[in-house]
Structure formats: C-alpha cells, structure tokens
C-alpha cells in the first residue's frame, strides 16, 4: 500500500490514526503491512495513560523548560505512537520536539505549527521497551511574555511491541 492510498478492504489491517488512508503511521511495525495485526486485543485493564512530565513549570521570558511525554503502564512496551501537544494561547511556543525510540526517518513525522502553539509528532517501527515509565518524545517550550499557557496532550495513537493497540485514559 502507498502512502496516503486507501487501506485495503481487509479486516485484519487497521486505520490507525483515523484518516481512512494508508499512512506512515498505519504500519505494522515487524511486517511492514499496514495495521496491527490480530493481537490479543486490549481490556479495561491494559489502558495506559501518557502524560507531560513535569506536570507544571515555571519559565521566564526567553528562557525555555522541556517536558517529557510519559507513557505509564505499557507492560510490552511501546512501537508506535502518535500525538499532539498543543498550548493555550501565545504566552509560550513550542521551539521543538524530539522521538523517542529512534524511529527511522520513513516511520516519523515531526511537525510544530506556523504559530509555535502545537505540535504533531509520530513514529513507527521502533521499539522502546519498559513497564511503568516509558518517554516517547519530549517537548521544549519558550517563555515568551509574563502570564500563564496551558499545555495540553493529545495521544491519537499507541501500539506495544506485540503489535497491539493501547488504549489510552
């Protein structure tokens, strides 16, 4: 399948970010297919949270703070994610992002808004192993006037390395 073409009619493969396309973000990680595959599926108990880390942080004009992106319960760790940070308002920017877990360059995307208040980042086909605490990229922010902003964090995708789909609380 191409990038940005249709999925194929076939109920083993999974749109996984939603759009109804075939995308970076589809792929099965071990087979290069598009999807997961079968898996176990995920129960109540198997959901993870993903969180900013720290929760809050102080920051003067000029001066920038970096916040992790936590993943807390992934017993299989994680090989796939997807997710938006974005901020309240233009009191602070996003000056970058960074992938965790080395994605290769087919498998990522990276791309913080004209207006530095959000940022969408991916990866595929990597593999962070862990349990209880997992970070998957981390974000730097700049102070860029005296008030406060409000971050938030958005996670439209995660996959463990068994090639299931998490979900997220």
Known sequence: VRPGSSPPN???YFDLNGDGRAN??????FTNEVGFS???GITASDTTSV?????SQTVAPGKTATYDVVVANAPHG???YDYTVQLSNAK????DVQLGGNPTSVGQKKQISSDKTSAEVGAALL??????HVVIGTVEIKGDSTGSTDISLDVSTLG???NNKLGVN
């Open 51 to 55: 969180h900013l880390s720290p929760k």
């Open 127 to 132: 593999s962070i192993s862990g349990v209880s």
């Open 38 to 40: 079968g898996g176990k």
């Open 92 to 95: 602070a920017e996003i000056v």
């Open 160 to 162: 463990d390395i068994n």
């Open 10 to 12: 076939n109920p083993s």
């Open 24 to 29: 970076l973000l589809d792929i099965q990680p």
């Open 78 to 80: 994680v090989s796939l």
